[in-house]
Nanobody, 118 residues
């Protein structure tokens, strides 16, 4: 399974940005897709995730500002980010849990840098 993330870049405080992550390869289903982020000197943290059943969960720090959604037909997950703050600056990674002939496993995308400037 390969993940291709896109959409990062530089945005001003209060601005919006949408990240995309497309999964490709050989698998039967995607059970969960999520976005994580890692700022310099900090641990990687969950930002938001969505499951195949449609449930979602968010980090408290982004609730009400970020929205995760998935397009099952395109095997793509999106993260719409609004009201961005400098503390949202980080490398954002997508992660998927897939079911394939080899069982369940997770894969990470290459990361995309989001910089929120004041």
């Amino acid at each position: 399974v390969q993940l291709q993330a896109s959409g990062g870049g530089l945005v001003q405080v209060g601005g919006s940005m949408r990240l995309s992550c497309a999964a490709s390869g050989s698998f039967f289903s995607i059970n969960r897709m999520g976005w994580y982020r890692q700022a310099p000197g900090k641990q990687r943290e969950l930002v938001a995730a969505t499951t195949s059943s449609g449930s979602t969960n968010y980090a408290d720090s982004v609730k009400g500002r970020f929205t995760i959604s998935g397009d099952n037909a395109k095997n793509t997950v999106y993260l719409q980010m609004t009201s961005l703050k400098p503390e949202d600056s980080a490398v954002y990674y997508c992660n998927v849990l897939v079911y394939s002939s080899g069982g369940y496993f997770t894969t990470w995308g290459q990361g995309t840098l989001v910089t929120v400037s004041s």
